[in-house]
Nanobody, 125 residues
Framework: QVQLVESGGGLVRAGGSLRVSCVAS????????MGWFRQAPGKERDFVAA????????EYADAVKGRFTISRDNAKNTVFLQMNSLKVEDTAVYYC??????????????????WGQGTHVTVSS
């Protein structure tokens, strides 16, 4: 069992930056592929980014490529999402998720076994 707790959300103006974090409980963090998803009001949960066990591989949604960076610190059981050049359309609740299986179809939320409670990110114009 893994518990995930996100933090770092908040209000930021368009063009600004924000870093959200997700801390995992337990001693097996390095065995999980980690992902970030987001859900805007009235919309489905969308894939944002994913990172492999050691951080060698990453994957991004087209909407955030070149602006967002996912990283992880296995010693601290933490995954990060650095968000730059934020846009109003990035406004959403951001969730981190953990996947016990091998790297594949990481943009599919059904691949993930554990989810955090989410952190709100609001980008104002």
């Amino acid at each position: 069992q893994v518990q995930l707790v996100e933090s770092g959300g908040g209000l930021v103006r368009a063009g600004g930056s924000l870093r959200v974090s997700c801390v995992a409980s337990g001693r097996s963090f390095s065995r999980y592929v980690m992902g970030w998803f987001r859900q805007a009001p009235g919309k489905e949960r969308d894939f944002v980014a994913a990172i492999s066990l050691s951080g060698t591989y990453t994957e991004y949604a087209d909407a955030v490529k070149g602006r967002f960076t996912i990283s992880r610190d296995n010693a601290k059981n933490t995954v990060f999402l650095q968000m730059n050049s934020l846009k109003v359309e990035d406004t959403a609740v951001y969730y981190c998720a953990a996947d016990r299986t091998a790297w594949s179809a990481q943009n599919d939320p059904s691949e993930y076994d554990y989810w955090g409670q989410g952190t709100h990110v609001t980008v104002s114009s």
